[in-house]
């Protein structure tokens, strides 16, 4: 799952595709070990707690539904290029 940012995105793109971007780069940030964090947990006896959590909250955000009206252009877009 994890990805290296090789390019930028480019283009008109709409509030709907960026925030489901950004649910993804939430979602692989959970994904990702902290050795540290993991470290933390184990020194601290809860680190099977941790990861209860963090399965929680990666349930939480899958069911998420995206707020952002689909195909609406992001409101930036109505910003006047002389801006």
Aim: proline share 8%; net charge negative; hydrophobic share 25%.
């Amino acid at each position: 799952m994890p990805s290296k940012d090789q390019r930028s995105i480019e283009g008109d793109e709409t509030s709907y595709e960026k925030w489901d971007r950004a649910r993804s780069l939430f979602m692989e940030s959970l994904y990702k070990p902290d050795h540290e964090l993991r470290a933390c947990a184990h020194n601290q006896k809860c680190y099977y707690e941790l990861l209860e959590i963090r399965d929680n909250m990666v349930e939480y955000v899958k069911d998420m539904k995206n707020p952002k009206p689909k195909g609406d252009p992001s409101p930036y877009h109505q910003i006047p290029t002389r801006y």
